[in-house]
């Protein structure tokens, strides 16, 4: 039974994502449909749960929307603090707390994506329009020699 009702739960959670995301895109189902390469028809069963797209179609799909079409698939509403599928290559990783001496915690999630460790020395960076970024030092580094050689050429 909890594979039925995992199926069930996985179907409506990309129905519910292509509908999000072709509303979010401004698209009809007449345009998603001519980017797909399938009948308006087809798209319309896939929102309403009916009939899920095949491999090919799911990523062309996530091509149209700017997803990954691991996010197409399995994005769950709770994955991003309620506000949809980030785009491809973006993310939101929750809430973070500033501390009495400017300490924050980096959730776990971007911590292994990003491959941060404990000791590694990360560069905080700021502009007052848009806000901070951090990246790891060594990074930020190997982008400055770079710079500074394509200066010197």
């Given at each position: 039974?909890?594979?039925?009702n995992?199926?069930?739960?996985r179907k409506?959670?990309f129905?519910?994502?292509?509908?999000?995301?072709?509303?979010?895109?401004?698209m009809?189902?007449?345009?998603?449909?001519?980017?797909?390469?399938?009948?308006?028809?087809?798209?319309a069963?896939?929102?309403?749960?009916?009939?899920?797209?095949?491999?090919?179609?799911?990523?062309l799909?996530?091509?149209?929307?700017?997803?990954?079409?691991d996010?197409?698939v399995n994005?769950?509403p709770?994955?991003n603090m309620g506000?949809g599928?980030?785009?491809?290559?973006?993310?939101l990783?929750?809430?973070?707390?500033v501390?009495?001496?400017?300490?924050?915690?980096?959730?776990a999630?971007?911590?292994?994506?990003?491959d941060?460790?404990?000791?590694?020395?990360?560069v905080?960076?700021?502009?007052?329009?848009?806000?901070?970024?951090i990246?790891?030092?060594?990074?930020?580094l190997?982008?400055a020699?770079?710079?500074e050689?394509?200066?010197?050429?």
């Amino acid at each position: 039974m909890t594979g039925t009702n995992e199926v069930y739960r996985r179907k409506n959670m990309f129905k519910d994502n292509i509908v999000q995301l072709r509303k979010l895109n401004q698209m009809t189902q007449e345009e998603l449909a001519e980017i797909v390469g399938v009948s308006r028809q087809a798209v319309a069963k896939w929102e309403s749960g009916e009939s899920i797209p095949d491999i090919e179609k799911s990523r062309l799909l996530a091509e149209a929307f700017g997803v990954s079409l691991d996010d197409l698939v399995n994005y769950e509403p709770g994955d991003n603090m309620g506000l949809g599928v980030a785009p491809k290559g973006k993310h939101l990783f929750g809430l973070v707390t500033v501390g009495d001496k400017g300490q924050i915690v980096i959730p776990a999630k971007a911590r292994k994506l990003f491959d941060i460790s404990p000791g590694d020395t990360l560069v905080v960076l700021g502009d007052e329009g848009q806000g901070l970024a951090i990246i790891k030092a060594d990074h930020f580094l190997s982008l400055a020699n770079m710079v500074e050689k394509l200066k010197k050429k």
